[in-house]
């Protein structure tokens, strides 16, 4: 299959370069991230990926090619809109309200579908030779999101900092916090709230040290106000074979099940669930990242899609 994909970031979204406590533009990649792996996913599985991003710092992989502009010799367009093609759009982000989608989308978990009223998604996958996995974790939980964004400027409380940070304070519990922001009033307000709660805040992580913090984690504390789509430091968690403790709250339900976490609902609940985390195997959390929320499995994903997509396309031609 030739399949155009397009993207608006400079390829490749991988970044291995934390800035420490320094401001990012973009302080989470992860839209960016999946496209890269949907694309290294289809080339892998044979197919020929003609990708159109905002300039390239290094050459992809065989079978995908980088493009300017979408080409017309191919079987799908995907996150691009064509009038003589069919299509896809991969869609990353819930609305506040529910309001009617073009069948052509595909969402990135089963819940975020359901919450639009669509069967059609594939859920986020992740590549594992990007995580350590270990079986031996340290006393510290970690706290690992953006703290600022463009839709929620606010989202160091959206993701539930101030949560992690009480739930650590009453439990005696060490915390370590990483991600950055865009503007340096934020990450003074969460160097400040990190500082008066006793918590470690190491500002913006990538490549080695995150794989290290992920691996040796006791757990990841997840406690999001955000409806989510798929998020993927859940997946790099259970990559990492790391326990999560997250919100009982849209899809984590979906994600977090008894095997690799828990679900909690107040600040009492993530204490309780402190003392009952050696019953969470890492063996059992990387197996279900393996499982369920590999790339080359997203990519598969993604396959079916195309194909239901150009079937109706082909139906809706013969029927004019």
Request: hydrophobic share 35%; aromatic share 8%; glycine share 8%.
């Amino acid at each position: 299959m030739r399949i155009f994909l397009a993207s608006a970031h400079r390829y490749p979204a991988r970044d291995w370069r934390g800035a420490g406590r320094s401001t990012r533009t973009m302080p989470s990649s992860g839209p960016q991230l999946i496209h890269d792996l949907i694309a290294h996913g289809l080339a892998e599985s044979g197919h020929r990926v003609f990708y159109q991003v905002d300039g390239a710092d290094a050459e992809p992989p065989p079978g995908i090619t980088l493009v300017d502009s979408p080409p017309q010799d191919v079987d799908i367009y995907h996150n691009a809109i064509s009038e003589t093609l069919p299509w896809v759009y991969t869609m990353h982000r819930l609305f506040d309200e529910p309001r009617p989608v073009p069948p052509q989308w595909v969402f990135v978990s089963e819940t975020l579908a359901g919450h639009h009223g669509s069967t059609r998604y594939v859920c986020n996958g992740m590549d594992p030779q990007d995580f350590l996995y270990s079986e031996t974790k340290d006393r510290y939980l970690l706290f690992l999101a953006g703290m600022q964004g463009n839709t929620h400027k606010t989202k160091y409380h959206d993701k539930g900092l101030d949560i992690a940070l009480d739930v650590a304070e009453r439990a005696g519990a060490e915390l370590v916090v990483a991600g950055t922001a865009q503007d340096e009033a934020t990450l003074n307000l969460v160097t400040d709230m990190c500082t008066r709660h006793g918590a470690t805040y190491l500002g913006d992580v990538r490549g080695q040290r995150k794989q290290e913090l992920l691996a040796g984690a006791r757990a990841l504390i997840f406690p999001t106000r955000l409806r989510e789509g798929c998020p993927l430091v859940l997946i790099e968690a259970m990559f990492s074979g790391t326990p999560v403790l997250a919100a009982d709250i849209g899809v984590c339900r979906e994600m977090v099940t008894p095997e690799v976490g828990f679900l909690c609902k107040e600040s009492e609940d993530y204490i309780a669930a402190l003392s009952q985390l050696d019953r969470i195997q890492p063996k059992a959390c990387r197996e279900r990242a393996e499982t369920h929320y590999h790339y080359r499995t997203m990519a598969a994903g993604y396959l079916e899609q195309y194909a239901r997509s150009i079937s109706q396309h082909r139906d809706a031609v013969e029927a004019v």
